[in-house]
């Protein structure tokens, strides 16, 4: 499970379901203490990859992502997520359980419309790649996708 607690960022665990998250940690490393806005982070249903927006260092928010062999291992020093980045805004980054899907919201500031990009690769040592550009064009101002299936098909 990840939550944030007073705008910092934690995991907790349980040995078994039916029982309560009781084993809580904050994380640590230096993307705890990024400047972000509005931060939306997400992790691979295995828990080794945490993908997060910020706008350290870049005059809109940008991609970054961070990685751990175990879960009882620290995250990665943060770098910014090859082939996602681009001039607009970009938000709310989406992972797939298996880290082979992405879904990101672009624009929805004041100059440009909102829409949701879908990103893929073959495998986690590869980078990510456009596959469908606008998969989703919102009617509102903008919009998020919560969740993106395994292969890619469904978006909540």
Known sequence: LLLTINNELYQASRSKRGEEFTNKRKLQGTFASRTTTSPWYCMTGDGLELVFNSQEGASHDVIYVCRRNTLQA???????????????????????????????????????????????????????????????????????????????????
């Open 74 to 156: 620290e995250f990665s020093t943060p770098t910014v997520l090859p082939g996602i980045n681009v001039t607009q805004l970009v938000r709310h980054p989406v992972i797939s359980p298996n880290g082979l899907w992405l879904a990101v919201t672009v624009g929805g500031d004041k100059q440009t419309q909102s829409k949701i990009c879908i990103y893929h690769r073959n495998s986690r040592s590869e980078k990510f790649e456009l596959s469908i550009d606008p998969a989703l064009t919102p009617q509102g101002s903008w919009d998020v996708v919560d969740y993106i299936s395994n292969d890619g098909k469904s978006i909540l």
